[in-house]
């Protein structure tokens, strides 16, 4: 059983450009989450999302990030003309039932650097 | 919403000690504590968890302990080895299917 799968493991953007980061949840799982980690410091939530229904995007920044997790397909966090304090670790986390089942299983991360 | 305080933010211990890592949480309806272990450039990993409904856990050398009076819970690491040097997050899971992570704390075991 595959563990969680994100891509790009690195990626590197100039400033205003788009970046996309993609997470393909463990096989069962349609819970996902994702986290960002700035250098030297813990995880913070920023989104939860079912198959097609965004369930809780209270850390998710207003403007400029977006989040889906659509019926076929990665769930994909979508970040619009990045600036440098974008820069950071974003992990996706999934887990099988949600309320019944709380263990969050990690992915291996996407390290964004804006340039 | 849920706030989780975790002490002390650096820890070193000599090989063959315990560590001890503590985190308060502030939402008394938070039923789940799990505990992970991140190594440096790696994702973090579940390494014990705790539910609201038992006090105490153990798995080989390491345990965790849960106050729900006090809001407190805490990781235990015996006979600690240079391989358990790693930065540890403490977090909190609340209704509102929200994992809430303290500030980590990272553990160098000296050889």
């Known amino acids: 059983n595959a563990g969680v799968m994100q891509n790009p493991r690195h990626l590197v953007r100039r400033r205003g450009q788009e970046a996309r980061l993609r997470c393909s949840p463990m096989?069962?799982?349609?819970?996902v989450y994702w986290y960002r980690q700035l250098p030297e410091e813990g995880l913070k939530f920023m989104v939860y999302?079912?198959?097609?229904?965004?369930?809780?995007e209270s850390g998710m920044p207003k403007e400029r990030f977006s989040a889906e997790f659509p019926k076929e397909g990665p769930s994909i966090l979508r970040i619009q003309q990045v600036v440098r304090g974008d820069s950071a670790a974003y992990f996706c986390?999934?887990?099988?039932?949600?309320?019944?089942?709380?263990?969050?299983?990690f992915g291996p991360g996407t390290r964004l650097t804006v340039t | 919403g849920e706030n989780v305080e975790q002490h002390p933010s650096t820890l070193s211990v000599q090989e063959g000690d315990s560590a001890v890592i503590k985190c308060t949480y502030s939402?008394?309806?938070?039923?789940?504590f799990p505990w992970y272990k991140q190594e440096l450039g790696k994702r973090p990993q579940l390494i014990i968890d705790?539910?609201?409904?038992?006090g105490e856990k153990k798995d080989q050398r390491i345990a965790v302990t849960l106050n729900k009076t006090a809001k407190h819970f805490s990781l235990h690491i015996t006979e600690t080895q240079p391989e358990d040097s790693a930065v540890y997050f403490c977090?909190?899971?609340?209704?509102?299917?929200?994992?809430?992570f303290g500030g980590g704390t990272r553990l160098m075991v000296k050889p």
């Open positions: 986390a999934s887990s099988p039932f949600g309320k019944a089942s709380y263990e969050q299983y």
């Open positions: 096989k069962g799982h349609s819970h």
């Open positions: 999302l079912q198959k097609e229904n965004i369930i809780d």
């Open positions: 939402d008394s309806a938070s039923n789940y």
């Open positions: 705790i539910r609201s409904n038992v």
């Open positions: 977090a909190a899971y609340n209704a509102g299917n929200m994992l809430t």
